[in-house]
């Protein structure tokens, strides 16, 4: 027997009622139903910087993931590309991603902190979104040498982070954790010393730009070509 609730008044929406009762509903990561109850259009700035990275990296075949958190939006980039790992250092954001995994973009999870070792593997691309703020800058250079170790020499890397001059305008909380935010002009010269190709784009909001980068709230750097 069919309930209302199993039947839609347009057919057109019959196809999700189908959906939900094979396959179930998805929720949230943990760390995205904060921010989706706390701060909702933040969530849509971060699924458009995994956008901007899943269209860039489309096409390659074995991509890695530093920093995923609970990986809500990396099934964005696993529709883009072959194969994607994600690793996080909290073993319980990996914990909640890999609850949440997907059979239809399956995604592997692994913990892992990138300033302890370097990635284990080969991977024609990697990314790291809002990772590198929280890192001493001290340890920049082993971050970024970390990942390289598992790029070819045609490899690629996006990393993402909030610009300096973002910050009078950030949160308490996000102030607490952001203590190696940079300048545009700083963030690229991170990146040129370990690879041949840095393009710097810009970001406001969820648009991807090339303008004035003083006046981004996000960077976002493209590297091509790792100096090993």
Known sequence: MVSDMDKTRDPVNQAIIEHRNKYGTQR??????????????????????????????SGSGRVIEIGCGDAFCSPIVRQEVGYLKVTDF??????????????????????????????????????????????????????????KAVLPQNGVLICGMPSIESQVFASVGSKKGHINCKTGKDFKQLMERHFGNVFLFSMNDE????????MAHYLLCLCAGPIK
């Open 28 to 57: 949230l990561g943990i760390a995205n139903n904060y921010t989706w109850t706390n701060d909702p259009r933040h969530l849509l700035f971060s699924m458009a910087r995994y956008k901007f990275v899943a269209k860039m990296l």
């Open 90 to 147: 909290d073993p319980l954001l990996i914990a909640d991603a890999v609850d949440r995994s997907s059979e239809q973009w399956p995604i592997d999870a692994e913990v892992h902190d990138i300033l302890e070792k370097p990635l284990v593997g080969e991977f024609d691309a990697a990314y790291s979104m809002d990772v590198l703020e929280h890192i001493p800058t001290e340890q920049d250079d082993v971050f970024v040498n970390h990942i």
């Open 207 to 214: 648009v991807v730009h090339t303008g004035f980068e003083k």
